[in-house]
């Protein structure tokens, strides 16, 4: 009997949704922000013809799960504004072996634990 495997099938994008719990435009916007570099959320909103707000809620993901940084910028006459600036495809491929080791590790401690 062969098992279906789904992991097999899977490409980059599958992966980091999968590790880091995104959808098809978190990754959208990862992958311009990649492009041109640290960047306010107007250009990517233009860019990727989104409103402020939606693009807002998948920087806030791509913050919380490290792969992209918010960094606040001073305005000389008052004020400020924040940039959101990616870590490099280096970086993240890091830190998605990283999340893989640490849940297989997980997962070997709860078979060795499970009961029938």
């Known amino acids: 009997m062969t098992l279906f495997k789904p992991y097999e099938m899977m490409d980059c994008d599958d ?8 959808n098809d435009l978190d990754i959208n ?3 311009i922000l990649a492009k041109i570099g640290e960047t306010r959320v107007e250009k990517l909103s233009e860019l990727l013809g989104r409103e402020k707000s ?3 809620r998948s920087l806030q993901k791509l913050v919380s799960c490290g792969i992209c940084i918010k960094k606040s910028n001073n305005i000389e006459t008052g004020g400020y ?3 959101y600036i990616p870590l490099s495809k280096d970086k993240v491929k890091k830190k998605l072996e ?9 997962l070997k ?4 634990e499970f009961k029938l």
């Open 29 to 31: 916007v990862y992958m």
């Open 15 to 22: 992966l980091m949704k999968c590790v880091f719990n995104l």
């Open 81 to 83: 504004f924040y940039t």
């Open 109 to 112: 401690k709860k078979i060795r």
């Open 54 to 56: 939606t693009i807002y």
């Open 98 to 106: 990283e999340c893989i080791e640490n849940w297989y590790k997980c």
